[in-house]
């Protein structure tokens, strides 16, 4: 079992920064693919990141290439979502979550689940 705990929700101002950190509890983090997702009022659950167990291996979705970045520090236990030049349409609840299936996009492929964290981009 592992559980996720986010941090870092803020209320910043468009063009503002903000970093996300998730921690993760239980064994084998350097195992499991770390991926970020975010769900706006009104809208289904949408991808945003994921670092895979090779640490080299991370993909971010299109809407947020150039402005987010996610990062682990598997020592820690520890994913990072930096995200810059932040935008109005950024305004989310972000979720950290996890799986051992393998580095996928869908958020049916993970198996565990963070409580989200707020992030409000005031124009």
């Known amino acids: 079992q592992v559980q996720l705990v986010e941090s870092g929700r803020g209320l910043v101002q468009a063009g503002g920064s903000l970093r996300l950190s998730c921690a993760a509890s239980?064994?084998?983090?350097?195992?499991?693919?770390m991926g970020w997702f975010r769900q706006a009022p009104g809208k289904e659950r949408e991808f945003v990141a994921f670092s895979s167990w090779t640490i080299d291996n991370t993909y971010v979705a299109d809407s947020v290439k150039g402005r987010f970045t996610i990062s682990r520090d598997n020592a820690k236990n520890t994913v990072y979502l930096q995200m810059n030049s932040l935008k109005p349409e950024d305004t989310a609840v972000y979720y950290c979550?996890?799986?051992?299936?393998?580095?996928?996009?869908?958020?049916?492929?993970?198996?565990?689940w963070g409580q989200g964290t707020q992030v409000t981009v005031s124009s």
């Open positions: 979550a996890a799986n051992t299936k393998g580095a996928y996009s869908t958020s049916w492929s993970y198996d565990y």
């Open positions: 239980g064994r084998s983090f350097s195992s499991y693919t």
